[in-house]
Structure formats: C-alpha cells, structure tokens
C-alpha cells in the first residue's frame, strides 16, 4: 500500500490497469467508463480526458501485449523444435503471461466478438498466421493439438488464477517454475520428426 506522502499513480496507467480487470470479469461490453471510473477512484470525465472513448482505452491497454506477442512468436516453430532454444521460448512465454495474462484473456476470450477495433483485429489476424503456421509447419494432428494445448492451458491457468498465488512472491516464481516445466514437457515431442507410416 502506498504512503500518504507517495503520488498516486499515473491516470492513464492506473485507468488501464482498473479496465482489463473489468473487461476480463465483466467482459468489453459489460463493463461501461463510468464503471471503470467508479473502480479506479475517478470521474468519468477524468476516464475521458485520458481516452477518448472505451474503444481507445481498450487499443492503448492492449497495444504493448500484442505487440510483445508478435515479437514472441516471430519463428517460433523452430524455436519450440529445437532442444536448446524450446527452453528460453517457454520461458518468454510464460514471463509473458505473467505480465500480460489480461490482455492475453481479454484477446483469446473477446477476440471474435471485439472485431472491428484495430488492436483486436491485429491480434486476431496474428493468431490466425499463427495457428496456420503451426498447421503447415507440424506433420501430425497430435503435434498441432499438443502445441495448442500447452501454450491456450498456460494462458488460462495465468488469465484465470488457477494455481496462482496472489501475494507472496515466492510462491509466484514456484507457479512461473511449475509452469515452465510442465510447458516444456509437453512440447518436448515436437522436437522429434514426426513418424509417417
């Protein structure tokens, strides 16, 4: 908690902040700039002198999430191939999640109905190259599905909370270990040529 004499966080920041929670429990369309607002401790005027709608404040939250994704995932097939680089990949992925599991909530959960709003069609058309790449880049069915499954389960273990402390750091960096582990488990068959009969 913050000492009387400390400032208050930067309103953008904080505003964004107060938004993703909402539009992850609420969802984009359930939760209005007034309630955003209410939440964060300010006037709905004061919402709108930072953002100019509820769509810029959803672009301006969103936008360092996708574009650190997009960087994330530039060749990932061969990184998540190769025994040596699969390693630091998951990791990037999950210290990803960590940081941005809101986002990457907000983007898997509302994506289809958020289409429309530039951030969310980048984000969709990303994973849409995404997915195809692991289609033409995976021989079999149970490849594609094992990577899918490792990378949309660490996602909502993080977006949802499942096994995630909420305080104390320790146990934090146990779920990021736990995480990184079981990830990198699951792709190690990737790294194998995949068997045609």
């Known amino acids: 908690m913050a000492s009387p004499s400390s400032p208050r966080p930067d309103p953008s920041e904080e505003l964004k902040a107060v938004a993703l929670r909402l539009f992850v429990e609420t969802s984009y369309a359930g939760a ?17 002198y930072h953002f100019a709608s509820k769509e810029a404040l959803l672009e301006e939250a969103l936008t360092p999430a996708v574009v650190k994704l997009d960087g994330l995932f530039q060749g990932s097939i061969g990184r998540i191939a190769d025994a040596e680089l699969r390693g630091t990949f998951v990791e990037d992925f999950i210290d990803f999640l960590l940081v941005h599991g809101l986002e990457a909530h907000i983007i898997i959960n509302q994506g289809q109905s958020l289409a429309g709003i530039p951030i969310v069609d980048r ?48 146990p934090i960096e146990e779920a990021r270990a736990a995480l990184v582990a079981v990830v990198a488990e699951l792709l190690v068959p990737l790294a194998a040529p995949a068997v045609t009969l």
């Open 32 to 48: 209005s700039l007034q309630q955003i607002a209410d939440a964060a401790g300010y006037s709905k005027s004061s919402v709108l």
């Open 123 to 170: 984000a969709n058309d990303f994973l849409r190259r995404l997915s195809d790449s692991f289609v033409n880049e995976l021989a079999t069915p149970e490849q594609r599905i094992r990577l899918g499954v490792a990378l949309a389960g660490a996602a909502y273990v993080v977006a949802t909370g499942v096994a995630m402390p909420s305080t104390d750091l320790a």
